[in-house]
């Protein structure tokens, strides 16, 4: 079936640091990709997305390569800071009817000063 | 503009007690409406999603169901809570299915 999974957190930076946050899926066909974050005591809001092989998304910063060959989306900021700090879910569309976006568990960063 | 809102922000329940949790979305028609429950060290969890009036499609089977009464109004129930129905729920909307979801901003249930 179709899945997401993402590195376990929490992941605990300075400011100005770099930033991966590794995900990989599998699915069948050609899924869409999609990187939601969750802001403390908010719901979740779409950060960046890739429909197809090689697309790049980005969004404040944020950047994520679909890599077929890989399977993988992997979440990157060149310079955090503390306002990144989140809950970041990767999330996975099999563009097939009567299916539904997936989420990874989600991964927790937390970035000081 | 659209906008999605859910209530109550948080809810305390008894277990065996029932449960009704609303959603609704303005601002825009025919909406796709999704529920999410996020509960601790198990990620965000797809609960139900509907496509229309009356159209309910269910991902996991629980203890948990959903009605959509109307284009812009989603309900999660249940007639029993368990302690395991805890969690955190988010309802969602989109314009194409499974493209950009709008979260609300969720419903902390505590079941004791």
């Known amino acids: 079936g179709n899945s997401v999974t993402q590195m376990e957190g929490p992941v605990t930076l300075s400011e100005e640091a770099f930033l991966t946050i590794n995900c990989t899926y599998t699915a069948t066909g050609y899924p869409s990709l999609f990187w939601y974050v969750q802001y403390p005591g908010e719901g979740l809001q779409l950060l960046l997305k890739a429909t197809k092989a090689d697309d790049k998304g980005s969004n404040k910063g944020f950047e994520a390569t679909y890599r077929k060959e890989t399977t993988s989306f992997h979440l990157e900021k060149g310079s955090v800071q503390v306002s990144d700090s989140a809950v970041y879910f990767c999330?996975?569309?099999?563009?097939?009817?009567?299916?539904?976006?997936?989420f990874g568990k989600g991964t927790t960063l937390s970035v000081s000063s | 503009s659209q906008t999605i809102h859910q209530w109550p922000a948080t809810l305390v329940q008894p277990v065996g007690s029932p449960l009704s949790l609303e959603c609704t979305v303005e601002g825009t028609s025919n909406p796709n409406l999704y529920w999410y429950r996020q509960a601790a060290g198990r990620g965000l969890q797809l609960l139900f999603y509907?496509?229309?009036?009356?159209?309910i499609s269910s991902e996991v089977p629980q203890n948990l169901s959903a009605s959509r009464p109307q284009d812009r109004q989603f309900i999660l129930s249940s007639k029993k809570l368990l302690l395991s129905d805890s969690g955190f729920y988010l309802c969602a909307w989109s314009v194409l299915l499974n493209e950009k979801l709008f979260f609300g901003s969720g419903t902390q249930l505590s079941v004791l």
């Open positions: 509907s496509v229309g009036i009356g159209q």
């Open positions: 999330a996975l569309s099999a563009n097939q009817a009567g299916t539904a976006l997936i």
